[in-house]
């Protein structure tokens, strides 16, 4: 198929509005997938990610479709975008790949902030847009006020929209054939140097780093020697391939392409997401547009529940750090916890889906502490300190002040929320600048927040008062120095470095009295008195006490039923399994896990 009749698309859609769903009908109505094979969500290959309804991973597909106009076969390359704000780096690797996008909305719920950012996000690379307006076949469907909301926020003609619904199968052709009269085919390089775009990676046990790419210009196959750019390294191809939507080897993939590239390259670290892979010889010495710097925002500590599951872990994290290169990691050891990890996430969703993977994929029982943000400490010597973990925060003697992140944020919500709302901005000290009104529902705030303050349950809340209809987007905005101070929990009198954070000086103690207030809730009774303390330095701001027990929990089962015993014992041994022990003291992991939702 010539390159006049290749497009690349992808569609974007705030989470939940239709875009697996919709892709799953153009690969059945294209004939990629045969409709009793049609798995639900083909795209959506992970439990996680269904479970979750969001897309991780950027997956290509490549569709043939007859257009009956000309009555010719186009090549259709579907490469897929996450939708949460989380993944924005990976939506804008997936579009300097594409020449257009299906912008999806559904037309019960209208435009929401993702859709905005999105939106701006493909703008900024040139793609041309085509709104779908999706699940039209539900009764409270309201395509009217969405079409009127595409000319008002986003300045897209609304006669453009094609009506459609995903489940129904209905508008579905009418798409396809928009893609091929509105996306325009790759562009040529007239050179005919080999220019491909590194969009993805992926790792295999067997076959090594597997190289998505889009190609821009030239032809790569097998026994071809390339060079990456970036690096200066080069390799020997050994296969190249489309995704139909499984993997399947082609002789060669040339300019409009999208596909895979397998290279023998054993070491995913060599591997830069989008960097340019061209020949060793004669190639091309300018970089494709399109890498972007991969910055984390929120840090926490992974430690192996069980010291001698290090290496288990370690092994673990390398992995999925080769198939997540957004994930930053560093070796730390606490006193406290041992060895582990300090590792850095592009946001607290990214975060809890690693954390979630490492255990159900790799099973290995964590530890987490609590998330921070990366302060900036100036030291009274003058000197500025960068610190994303609170027990690296040096003597509060020294320091002159702490400054944190702060991030822009918008959100999308309706107006009869607003004055529920604005507490819940101001209680996460955050200000609102402009509000805007959207329609006669909804309106945009625009907001400034210490990303701290969102990180644990904004999103949470926000969806709570909205009844799921508000929604929200940031961008970093730079730095603030603020009144921030240093919170410890300590159980019997020793600091557990895992539940420290730093807080605004305003919060610390209704922080630090959830957090106690969890721990006494879940923490057994042990044979002796725990004390729990929240503190800033020497200054206990918070105490409560767990009363000590002495009796053995075999003991209610007055004697007789061995079996019923031997179940009891059991299930204590499985419940020790998931505890660390401070000190004396056995806290359970879940115990962790709930402080890191208190706020
Ligand atoms: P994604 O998060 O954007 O990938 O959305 P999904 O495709 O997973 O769809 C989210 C939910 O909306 C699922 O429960 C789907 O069954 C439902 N859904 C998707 N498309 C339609 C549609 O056209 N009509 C109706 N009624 N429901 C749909």
């Known amino acids: 198929i010539p390159r006049e009749r290749i497009r690349n698309f992808c569609i974007i859609a705030h989470v939940d509005h239709g875009k697996t769903t919709l892709s799953d009908r153009l690969l059945q109505i294209t004939g990629t997938v045969v409709e009793s094979k049609l798995q639900n969500q083909m795209l959506d290959s992970m439990d996680l990610e269904r479970e979750r309804g969001i897309t991780i991973k950027a997956h290509p597909v490549t569709m043939t479709y007859f257009y009956p106009k000309d009555k010719q076969y186009y090549q259709l390359n579907l490469i897929d975008t996450p939708g949460h704000v989380d993944f924005s780096y990976e939506v804008s690797r997936s579009l300097s790949a594409c020449e257009g996008a299906l912008l999806v909305i559904d037309a019960t719920q209208g435009i929401q902030a993702q859709t905005v950012s999105n939106v701006f996000l493909a703008e900024k690379h040139n793609l041309v847009l085509i709104p779908v307006i999706n699940k039209i076949d539900l009764p409270t469907a309201n395509p009217e006020l969405v079409k009127k909301q595409l000319e008002e926020i986003l300045a897209i003609p609304a006669d453009t929209a094609i009506l459609a619904s995903g489940k129904e199968g209905i508008g579905i052709d009418e798409i396809l054939q928009a893609i091929i009269r509105h996306i325009p085919p790759p562009q040529a390089f007239p050179d005919q140097i080999l220019r491909a775009l590194i969009f993805d990676s992926v790792y295999d046990p067997f076959k090594g780093v597997i190289l998505y790419v889009r190609m821009f210009s030239g032809k790569i196959k097998k026994g071809e020697k390339i060079l990456l750019l970036s690096t ?62 991969i910055v984390p925002m929120v840090f926490s500590g992974i430690y192996p529940l069980n010291s001698s599951e290090f290496e288990k872990l370690k092994n673990a994290i390398q992995k999925l750090q080769i198939n997540d290169p957004a994930i930053t990691i560093s070796q730390e050891s606490s006193v406290a916890l041992g060895s582990g990890f300090r590792c850095g996430f592009l946001g607290l969703l990214h975060m809890e889906i690693v954390q979630e993977r490492l255990r159900r994929e790799y099973g290995v029982d964590i530890l987490t502490t609590y998330p921070s943000v990366v302060y900036k400490v100036y030291l009274r010597s003058g000197e500025i300190l960068e610190v994303d973990n609170p027990s690296k925060l040096p003597d509060p003697s020294t320091i002159e002040h702490i400054a944190e992140p702060l991030v822009k944020a918008y959100l999308i919500v309706p107006s009869e929320n607003i004055g529920e709302l604005m507490q819940l901005i101001s209680e996460k000290r955050g200000s609102c600048e402009t509000t805007e009104t959207l329609d006669q529902n909804m309106v945009i705030l625009h907001c400034l927040f210490p990303l701290n303050e969102i990180l644990v349950d904004f999103n949470d809340k926000l969806k709570s008062i909205t009844h799921g209809y508000g929604s929200m987007d940031y961008k970093p905005a730079g730095y603030r120095i603020s009144d921030l101070v240093k919170l410890d929990i300590l159980v019997n009198g020793e600091p557990i470095e895992a539940l420290s954070c730093i807080v605004h000086a305003s919060k610390a103690e209704s922080r630090g009295r959830a957090i106690i207030q969890k721990l006494k809730e879940r923490i057994p009774r042990h044979l002796f008195k725990i004390a729990l303390q929240a503190a800033i330095g020497s200054k206990i701001i918070a105490r409560e006490d767990i009363g000590a027990i002495g009796k053995n929990v075999t003991a209610k089962c007055y004697g007789g039923d061995i079996t019923r015993k031997r179940k009891l014992l059991e299930k204590q041994k499985e419940g020790k399994k998931r505890m660390k022990t401070f000190g004396k003291v056995d806290i359970p992991q879940e115990a962790f896990l709930e402080i890191l939702k208190t706020d």
Do not use: H, R
């Open 232 to 293: 200066k390294k080069s390799y020997e191809v050994k296969e190249v391939g489309i995704f139909n939507p499984k993997m399947v080897p082609e002789e060669e993939l040339y300019e409009g392409n999208s596909g895979y590239v397998i290279a023998n390259i054993k070491d995913p670290s060599e591997i830069k997401i989008g960097d340019t892979i061209t020949w060793e010889t004669g190639g091309t010495t300018s970089p494709l547009p399109g890498f972007q710097e």
